[in-house]
């Protein structure tokens, strides 16, 4: 819930505002409820719920980016939930403070989810230095994205210092997480044939480091698969070929291994100035989304546009019309009206 | 390459122009070159082969829609091109004209293709009655995706009355094929194991028909798959849970029962007004897809947002701004000039 603590009349929309949300004020002093309240804000899409999540986001902003943002990928069964619990426990162990937030490529027909159960790791949910946050149960893939986009930011301005962000590995949800992460880690299954080889070209390559998890359950498969991925492997979009390792979340073996990896990648990205790179990448994209999103609502609400459209949408739909021709007869009703015809 | 045939001048972009184009005549009488060039055309991005392709699809457009639209899926290794040239083969030899497309969600970042060897399904290419075209071996996949429905509207024209349309099972690509074919079979290996029920709630909801090929390799697995598959089904988008079958393509065995399902799916859906319906909704889809493209370039192109772009941008992407200011300051340069303010 919103807390109705929300400054009655907000004065001005500029970012700089003098008024200072108190929920960013919980948020810096660690108050895990401000921080719950704060990211059921943003996901809000009332209107002036969404007029205050822009100011707070704006007010948090200098208190943003200072995490490692770790994202995690890998189809239902790999043992993702074992492996980022396992992995939040040492870290919070080692003095880190760990979120977890989740993007859900909810079922497009059935609205189901399938990360949103809560029992999920439930002994780093209750850990103090923890924070673990379900995907939004509603909304597109990219709405989906957006919110965790946001989520990310109001996290770190509470100072959780490793943020990971998780997702299953159907659809193009990975594509999602790799866009608001600064490493991409996909977790295998040790005998997945064909699929390891099949998958080199599509989402693998979007991976910083391939995990073979549940390894004692094969180790010679995982030891093949360990071989045959790490030489199918080209240098990816970071310039630099993946890590493939071996580990067994359940059993607790490899997980530091794994984060030294993690570490000596991360350091090597700053070093080579990747790292900021592919955070201003991710910047720009995420303004180009929202103006995708403003442009077409601002189409739609044309007057000259919105009377036209329903009858040729439906010579459209009806195949009287292809879409190219409908496409430019609205275009030319969307052109600026200039003082002379008028 | 495109013929230098085309009208010298075009005098009317509207549709129904008088002036028929040869490529169409060519298209009409069977002849393949034509529409392989015509496929081409469609392909090029130069303006004035962009101009006669609309003209050219807007005059084909009466001779479309009659043929059944298949998708079919895969992950690589799992037999897509055998399951093809086998059906394919079969159809043919029962008087159908087949032809076979391809959406590759070539790689973002290498450029590569997964689907474009072209001594593929050598015995299929070379049947009088059957068309098999690469993807287009450029662009993003949401352009691959929109020629190829161009293209599906060409060789419809061009007399196939059956056009496969075939993609791997990688990325997004499976809900493009989906959005532009009337049924969508998801292939299978009959070992996938935790992957079966990975997918339940993702591609396979796409799935009209679920085939687990190579089921000779293992026929125990390929039957445990198909009930464990069988029972988690839920109705589809199309209102019906979709079939599960087992068939070897290598060996030719059980197409037969495949084609039967399919044309029992598609008279099933025929009888309840769906099939329409979908063909219906997937036109909407392309004209809202091209209206997102045209608005960017319009954007893009308003000379006060090019103007403030470029510092607007780069303050996004150090960080100083929020998107969500950035666009919001854009979106207020985009409004049409209001003749009092000049």
Chains 1, 2 share one sequence.
Not at 10 to 16: I, Q, T
Not at 35 to 41: D, M, V, Y
Not at 200 to 206: L, Q, Y
Not at 311 to 317: G, K, L, S
């Amino acid at each position: 819930m919103v807390s109705d603590s929300s400054p009655a009349k907000v004065p001005c929309s500029e970012r700089g505002s003098s008024i200072i949300d108190p929920l960013l004020t919980g948020l810096r002093s660690g108050d895990r409820r401000a921080l719950a309240k704060a990211i059921t804000l943003i996901e809000s899409s009332r209107e002036d719920h969404r007029e205050r999540a822009e100011i707070l986001l704006a007010q948090a902003l200098p208190y943003t980016g200072a995490s490692l943002r770790l994202g995690i990928s890998g189809v239902p069964g790999v043992g993702k939930s074992t492996f980022i619990e396992a992995l939040g426990l040492m870290l919070v162990a080692q003095g880190h403070r760990v979120a977890v937030l989740a993007i859900d490529p909810s079922s497009r027909i059935h609205g189901g989810s399938i990360l949103g159960d809560k029992t999920r790791m439930e002994q780093l949910a209750s850990h103090p230095a923890a924070f673990i946050r379900p995907s939004p149960s509603s909304g597109t893939l990219g709405g989906v994205a957006a919110r965790t986009r946001e989520a990310v930011l109001l996290v770190e301005s509470a100072g959780f210092n490793i943020v990971i962000v998780e997702t299953v590995g159907v659809g193009q949800s990975e594509t999602a997480v790799a866009d608001l992460t600064d490493l991409f880690v996909l977790l295998q299954l040790p005998h997945a044939g064909d699929d390891l080889q099949a998958m080199k070209r599509g989402v693998m390559e979007w991976a910083d480091l391939i995990v073979i998890n549940k390894s004692d359950l094969d180790p010679e498969a995982a030891a093949l698969a360990q071989s045959q991925i790490a030489m199918a492997q080209r240098p990816t979009h970071l310039g630099q070929a993946p890590d493939v390792l071996r580990l067994s979340a359940l059993r607790g073996e490899g997980l530091h291994d794994f984060w030294d990896r993690v570490q000596h990648q991360a350091a090597a990205l700053r070093a080579t100035g990747r790292f900021d790179q592919r955070r201003q990448e991710q910047w720009r994209a995420w303004m180009w989304d929202l103006i995708h999103a403003r442009l077409m609502a601002k189409f739609c609400a044309h007057p000259a546009v919105h009377e036209a459209l329903r009858p040729i949408e439906n010579a459209v739909v009806e195949g009287q019309m292809l879409p190219t021709e409908a496409v430019k007869k609205l275009m030319r009703l969307f052109e600026p009206s200039s003082p002379s015809t008028h």
